[in-house]
Structure formats: C-alpha cells, structure tokens
C-alpha cells in the first residue's frame, strides 16, 4: 500500500498521485490555495449533509414516504419570488450534448451544432487523476483555442469558429465522491470542489471576456439544503475573485427521488444563481429503487428498458418540473435519449431516430425548453422537434402548465407501473453491469452498448434491480422466483460469453459487481468501492460508512 511516499505539499493541500503532463498549469500555488479555501469553509457541512441522506433512506425504508415539506410551504406559495434572468448564452438551450472532457468529445460536442455542451467530469468520466487533470486542461485548451486531435487512423479533429461554437456547462463530481489524490487537514477533499474550484479559477474571468460565463450542471442534489451549500459556495468563489454577485449560473439536475418533492425550495436557494432543473431521468430511477428497495412489491419496477417516460410515475416527476421551473423563471431541460446511432447499421440507426425523435416530441409538447442527446448525430434530431415547437422563440418559458397540480402521492405511484420482469431483462442488466464497470476501470466511463449510451447512472439502474428483485423474491413473466442462486447461475452464463482481450479488466468488473448486486449490503454508488479499490494510487479497503455515504 502506498503511504503516500510519493506526495508532496503546495498551500496546505497534499498531492498523492503520480503526476500528469502540464498538471502545473491547473495545480498553481493560487488555484489550489483557493481550492483549500472552499473545502475548508465547506467540508463539515458537506460530511453533515452526507450524514443527513443516510438519515433520510433510513426513515423511508421504515416506511415513512417522502413528501411536500411543511416547513417549506411559504416558500412555495409564496407567488412573488422568480430566480435569475437567463445569462448570456443560456437563452436558448433547444439542443444540449452531453459528454466526457477528453480531447476528442471536447472537440466533437463543441463542434456538434448544439446550444450547450455539457461539459461531464461526473457519469460518463472515470475520475482517474489523469482524466481529472486532462479533463481540466481540455476545457482551458478549447476556450483558447488551441485544442485539436488527430485519431490513430490519421483523422484530424478542430474547432470551429468561435461563433459556431455552444455554450459550455460544466458538470463537476457529486457530494458523495471524493478526491483521493488531495488531502487536506488529513482529509480528501470533495470532487465536486476539485472539479468546480479548478475550472472557475482558471477559467471564470476568460468566459466572461467572451460574453458568457462560468454556468454548471449540479449532480446528485437530494434536498434544498444541499443546493444551498453549492449556493454558498458559490457567493464565496466569487467573493474570493472579485467577480460580481450572480456570474454564476447552475442548473440542478433532478435525479434523485427526494430532490423531486424540494424542486421549487431548490430553485429558491439558489435563486441568484439558478438558470433550471434537469430531469435525469436514469439517476432518478436509480434514486427511486434505492430508497425503496426493501418496501416490498409495490416498488418492484419491470425491466430497465419497460420502465419509459411514459409510466405514471415517471410523466408527474416531468410534468410537475416544467411547472415548478416555468412558474419561476427557470428553465426545463429535458433527458437523455440513451439511443445511439449506428453508422455501420442503417436498421439500428433508423430505430435510433425514431425512438429519439419521440422521446423529444413527448418533451417539447410538455413544455420543456431544451433536452439532451449523447452523440453528434442526434443534434439535428433534437433540434428539429424543438424547432416545431419554439420557432422563434428561445424558449417556453410562458408556457407556465398551470393545468398540472402538484400531487407528491403520484411521485412515488409506482405500484401504477406497467411491464414485466423477464429472464432477458435479468441477462441484459448483468451484461451491461460487467461490461459498464469494465469499461469505466479501464478510464472510460461513456460506453455504447446494443446501441445505446450507458453510463454509471444506467449501471446502477442494472445492479440495483437485481438487488431488489431478489430481496423481493420477485417473479419473471415465465413463473420462475428470481433468488440469489439463480442470479448467480445467470451471472456464470453471461459472464462466459463475454469477448475477452488483451488487458481488459472483466475479473475485477465481476468482483465489482458482484459485491454491489450480490452482497447483503448495498453500497450506495457501485462507483465507490470501484475508486477505492482500483483508481486511487493510495488503495485502501473502503469503510463501510463511505460505500454507504450518500
């Protein structure tokens, strides 16, 4: 085990992994010492937050439902209050692409012909020290222009002009995930400080010399409370820059199932700097089975793939995020379409469109402003549908969908959802689970499998399922009672039909995986033992407060 022997200290913060090239130009004296400050203004109220959820999933899985918060209710009716007006460059955001910050998608999704790129340090990136470093230099090198990529078979990849290009939205790493290469006071700081400290240092005044400015994208939010700690952040990192009050713009993804019930209190807090909510709809399925896992069958869903926007839990958690945004300003951006195009396949690429096209359809006529795709060929998809829609206009946001009546029951109806447990559904979750994992320990964490864009949201969905299914002794179309045993033959069986290679890391993604769907604990993200076992360079057996911490 690695002691640290390798590390050394700059302003009080402790570097412990191996060095990447130009680290130097994102690791200055200045930005880590205002990195130092943020964690230290921030870290106990972070750890008192992660504390707090692991309070909340208690009371729910002793039966005590989520709802509307009492103590909050002025704040929602209360009709005068509205947050920030759009900021430069987010007035119009019809079509977003989200993505990774390596050197190639930095140049595909800025030279994508969306609105926004959402720039991903958290779901489709590894958080590997290079890629975090690599991931900031990227984003730097884009906004200087002085980014390109040449493939191994010689394809060359540039930007466009400056005029063509989106708008960038960052997305750093959520509370639960921490930063084990920077150590401070003897403690790793948050990933979502590194992340967001690191790029608003070296990049806030650059975007503003632009005409835009430094906006994020905020993961994992499960109450106001938390929102109100990126808030405070915020006012601080600003403070410490001497950039005005309200620069920042934050659109909060809402993908957990708690977070849905505070969608106008989470607006509120951040109601200087807030620009939107998302609806992340693979984090939010995921949120909702995790918290209700152990509540019996009336929250055992169907197959992953069953389980659409169109069922009644999942259309009032959208409906009631346009109306809670419209009614305050704020944009609704919808999901992702986790379709994929394939190139090489023009049945597959046909499906791909269709599917997408629909999904986005459904969204525009709802009245959301904008929604995301994963690949450059779905831009001109997205953009069309919402094109019908706006004309014109950038947005809908006058669309105030006065017609959808906040109902927390619906939220959680999940006992109104259609669809069956099948063997294959049961196979294809074990399959993407391995090969997600494998992928995501080999640095990629983007990966197309049959056509569609998985990521650690969509291989929690796949882990946690099976958890359930087999805490509930849940029963498939077929008749057949799905236990751990029979989890585990199923497991051996697609395990064995996996293609192997060279350096592929599909012994450890099994162990991974395993110990995440098949054990009596259930870590709350499969990607914190995954980092603790096999990114940090100082490994260490992960605490089971920590798997649990979140």
């Known amino acids: 085990m690695n002691t640290f022997t390798d590390s050394f200290t700059i302003n009080g913060i402790t570097l412990t992994a191996q060095p990447v090239c130009r680290q130097d130009e994102v690791l200055t004296p200045d930005a880590l010492e205002f990195v130092a400050k943020l964690h230290r203004a921030t870290a106990e109220r972070r750890q008192e937050l992660l504390q707090a959820r692991r309070t909340r999933r208690a009371e729910i899985a002793a039966g005590q ?8 209710e002025d704040i929602r009716n209360d009709p005068s209050w509205r947050v920030a007006p759009p900021a430069p460059g987010l007035e119009d955001r019809r079509v977003e692409i989200t993505g990774p910050v390596d050197k190639k998608m930095t140049i595909n999704a800025l030279n994508s012909g969306a609105k926004v790129w959402l720039a991903d340090m958290e779901d489709s990136s590894t958080p590997t020290w290079r890629n975090v470093i690599k991931g900031q230099l990227n984003l730097t090198d884009a906004l200087e222009r002085r980014i390109d990529y040449t493939s191994p078979e010689g394809k060359e990849y540039k930007l466009r002009p400056a005029g063509e290009l989106p708008t960038i939205v960052v997305r750093p790493r959520g ?26 240092f070296h990049n806030a005044r650059r975007l503003l010399a632009q005409g835009k ?3 994020f994208y905020l993961p994992k939010i499960e109450n106001h409370l938390e929102a109100r700690l990126w808030n405070d952040i915020f006012i601080l990192a600003q403070d410490l820059l001497g950039i005005p009050q309200g620069t920042i ?29 998302n609806a992340g709809r693979w984090d939010y399925i995921f949120s909702l089975i995790k918290n209700f896992r152990t509540r019996g069958p009336r929250f055992v ?37 986790a379709a994929v195009p394939n190139r090489k396949d023009e049945a597959a690429n046909t499906n791909a469109f269709e599917k997408v096209r629909a999904d986005k359809t459904r969204e525009a006529n709802d009245g959301f402003d904008g929604s995301w795709v994963a690949h450059p060929d779905l831009v001109p998809v997205c953009r069309e549908v919402f094109d019908a829609t706006l004309g014109e206009r950038p947005n809908q946001l006058d669309r105030t ?8 029951r619906a939220l959680i109806n999940v006992a109104a959802t259609t669809g069956t447990i099948t063997e294959q559904g049961i196979r294809n979750n074990i399959e993407v689970g391995i090969r997600y994992i494998e992928s995501w320990l080999r640095g990629n964490g983007a990966v197309a499998i049959h056509n569609l864009m998985e990521d650690a949201a969509t291989a929690e969905i796949s882990r946690s399922q099976i958890w359930q299914w087999m805490f509930a002794s849940a029963i498939t179309d077929r008749g057949e009672i799905i236990t751990h045993q029979w989890i585990e033959e199923l497991l051996d069986e697609e395990f064995a039909r996996l293609e192997r290679f060279d350096g592929d890391r599909f012994e450890d993604s099994r162990d991974i995986f395993e110990e995440v769907t098949l054990s009596q604990d259930f870590p709350s993200f499969l990607t914190l033992p995954a980092y603790a076992r096999y990114l940090t360079e100082a490994r260490e057996k992960a605490t ?7």
């Open 401 to 408: 969908r006065e017609d959808v009546i906040p109902d927390d």
């Open 65 to 72: 439902d989520p709802s509307f918060l009492r103590e909050t």
């Open 213 to 215: 400015g430094p906006y």
């Open 301 to 337: 869903l169907p197959d992953r793939a069953q389980v659409t926007m169109t069922q009644p839990f999942m259309r009032a958690y959208t409906e009631q995020l346009v109306r809670a945004c419209h009614k305050r300003g704020a944009m609704a951006i919808g999901g992702m379409a």
């Open 175 to 200: 509370w639960h995930l921490p930063e084990k290469h920077m150590i401070i006071d003897g403690a790793p700081v948050a990933g979502g400080i590194v992340d967001f400290g690191l790029f608003f």
């Open 544 to 550: 089971k407060e920590e798997l649990s911490a979140a």
């Open 249 to 277: 713009r934050a659109t909060v993804l809402i993908e957990t199932i708690t977070a849905a019930f505070e969608m106008e209190e989470i607006l509120y807090e951040l109601r200087d700097h807030a620009s939107g909510l």
